[in-house]
């Protein structure tokens, strides 16, 4: 497959996430960030600078995205301009209910829109994606997502002892 005609086929699966596909690609155009609905194609979950870089062992830029590359194997999205560093990577969709990190890591579902960067926007300043999707539907496992939480929770707890 041609690379841009891929790129430009994961862009609009991602601008279908909005009722208007035409808006997210203005906002993508005007600001480089669009508001997406989630809920339909994805939901996110809401990760910490610090859950992520105890997780990965690690807090430079490089070797915390290959960290997060192998252990989701999906797209995240990092937006540094609110709450501190977080980290966003999209799922597959599911309920709040279904979701048992809701306290550590909460799930972003339906009601919540998310800044979601334009394709090819992979480095600051503003949001950008850590690790930007492959190919068209692809999403993180909550499973992955979870897998993480727990290594990143193990760790601080096992630093504190």
């Not at 600001?31 to 809920?39: C, E, M, S």
Request: aromatic share 8%.
């Amino acid at each position: 497959m041609d690379p841009q005609q891929g790129e430009s086929e994961i862009a609009e699966w991602l601008a279908r996430a909005q009722q208007n596909p035409a808006q997210a690609w203005r906002e993508w155009s005007e600001g480089g960030v669009a508001l997406l609905p989630l809920g339909s194609r994805f939901v996110a979950s809401r990760l910490s600078e610090e859950l992520v870089h105890a997780a990965a062992g690690r807090s430079e830029p490089q070797p915390v995205a290959a960290c997060l590359e192998q252990l989701l194997d999906g797209p995240v999205i990092y937006d540094n301009r609110t709450m501190g560093g977080t980290y966003y990577p999209l799922m597959r969709c599911q309920s709040r209910t279904s979701w048992k990190y809701q306290h550590i890591a909460p799930l972003l579902a339906v009601g919540t829109y998310l800044g979601v960067p334009r394709l090819g926007r992979l480095r600051p300043p503003g949001t950008f994606w850590v690790v930007p999707p492959r190919e068209v539907g692809d999403v993180c496992e909550p499973a992955a997502v979870g897998d993480l939480i727990t290594l990143a929770c193990t760790t601080v707890r096992d630093a504190e002892r």
